[in-house]
């Protein structure tokens, strides 16, 4: 094989891309080489947007795989949950045997021939597979190294493994979810992981910016305890202007008048925050009284009298439908929806004509409804060329063409354990 580590930063004329990697026309990040070495959600979710904006990403797992391919209750097929199929998309995969020397040699000189490397690994065992920033530098190569952890490198419970649910629960999240007088509760989605996708995506680009104007080869960590923490961020604010911690409010908002209410046939939830929203408000839902009420007429006042305003305001909307509710309030301006399951999300013609869901056809069986992602570039969703891939479907072809290996080689290793 060839003993290639270190790649020079990339350039769109750059003459080592081969055919096969070529910078896509309108994808900014055509020609640089991503090694996904993450599991789970927060690791794969940053590559596979690498990957819809253009990146080369080959994820890079155990013989046995990542083990979002075996979680959850839905199968696209073997070996393909929908929990992996949602994070991994626009990859290939290779997969090695991590416990044997060639295997994590393998994995070594995959992470110094790319231009980024993220992974979830713990420090030991990312120096010993050559994925940390300290055993890239020592290859020789100029790969940015993207480190995501529950805590981080540094404090008291750095290296200590945590999950999604548990980092809502020590930053103070589930303290601030669910019915007052009720028990904390985790958010039903995978806020922390998720957002700590697109957190090592956007540091990650912004890292390899860096790298290109000259700056070096900046590792990246990200904490999902930080994160947590973050999207608290307003709630650590307020604890340290008022004195005290927040109270747990259900769906009611801290700083302005936003909740949800009752209506005939479901839920709804409305907002208002200045005195025009409350005065239309007021007159859209017959309540001529709260309107002319001088005690009401702020922000401040009528979070003061919440419990008064909040009673006239689920009477008045008890009888009305949804969409009736929703239609008179939409015709004076003042924001109001309906709450939806994902079977009416997955309807509603605002996904469809926004096309925030798209049909994924490239995998076996039938078509299966995706997510497109928050991002639109040019007017464009940008979605990888690639679809989720089986395990190691790629192996031989990613050690072709980014380690020089031949096919004996790679048929050798196959025959020998070492590649999946």
């Known amino acids: 094989m060839s003993s290639r580590v270190s790649r020079q930063p990339f350039r769109p004329t750059c003459s080592r891309c081969t055919p096969t990697e070529m910078p896509v026309p309108g994808a900014p990040l055509g020609g640089f080489r991503v090694l996904d070495a993450g599991t789970f959600l927060a690791g794969p979710i940053c590559c596979s947007l690498l990957a819809d904006w253009g990146a080369e990403v080959v994820k890079v797992e155990p013989r046995n795989g990542d083990p979002t391919r075996g979680l959850g209750g839905g199968r696209v097929a073997d070996g393909l949950s929908a929990l992996f199929v949602a994070a991994n998309r626009g990859k290939r995969s290779i997969a090695v045997d991590y416990s044997s020397g060639a295997g994590r040699a393998i994995v070594a000189r995959l992470a110094a021939a790319s231009d980024l490397v993220v992974h979830n690994q713990r420090d030991d065992v990312a120096d010993s597979l050559g994925l940390s920033s300290t055993a890239l530098t020592a290859a020789g190569s100029t790969a940015v190294s993207c480190a995501i952890s529950a805590f981080g490198p540094k404090g008291t419970y750095a290296g200590r493994p945590a999950l999604d649910s548990m980092i809502q629960a020590m930053t103070g999240m589930s303290a601030l979810t669910g019915e007052p007088h009720g028990e904390p509760m985790r958010a039903g989605s995978q806020v922390i992981d998720v957002g700590a996708g697109l957190a090592a995506a956007g540091a990650s680009v912004t890292a390899l910016l860096g790298r290109e104007r000259g700056l070096g080869s900046q590792p990246v960590s990200i904490s999902l305890f930080d994160l947590g923490l973050f999207y608290n961020a307003g709630f650590v604010a307020l604890r340290s202007v008022q004195g005290e911690t927040p109270p747990r409010l259900g769906n009611r908002s801290h700083p302005l008048l936003a ?3 009752a209506a005939a046939d479901g839920f709804v939830v409305l907002a208002v925050w200045d005195h025009r929203r409350w005065t239309l408000l007021c007159g859209a839902l017959d309540l001529p009284e709260l309107a002319a009420d001088p005690a009401l007429a702020s922000n401040d006042g009528r979070l003061a009298d919440y419990s008064r305003v909040r009673a006239a305001l689920e009477r008045a909307i008890a009888p009305l439908s949804c969409s009736d509710v929703c239609s008179r309030l939409h015709a004076v301006g003042v ?12 309807t509603d013609p605002h996904t469809r004509s926004s096309e925030a ?7 076996p069986g039938d078509p299966i409804e995706m997510a497109s992602g928050p991002f639109r570039l040019d007017g464009r969703r940008l979605i990888a060329e690639r679809p989720p891939p089986r395990l190691g479907e790629h192996s031989a072809a990613v050690m072709t063409e980014w380690l020089d290996a031949s096919i004996s080689e790679c048929a050798a290793l196959a025959a020998a354990g070492v590649l999946g």
């Open 259 to 261: 909740d949800q209410f």
């Open 335 to 346: 924001p109001c929806c309906v709450t939806a399951d994902l079977d009416a999300v997955a």
């Open 357 to 363: 869901i798209y049909e994924e056809h490239r995998l």
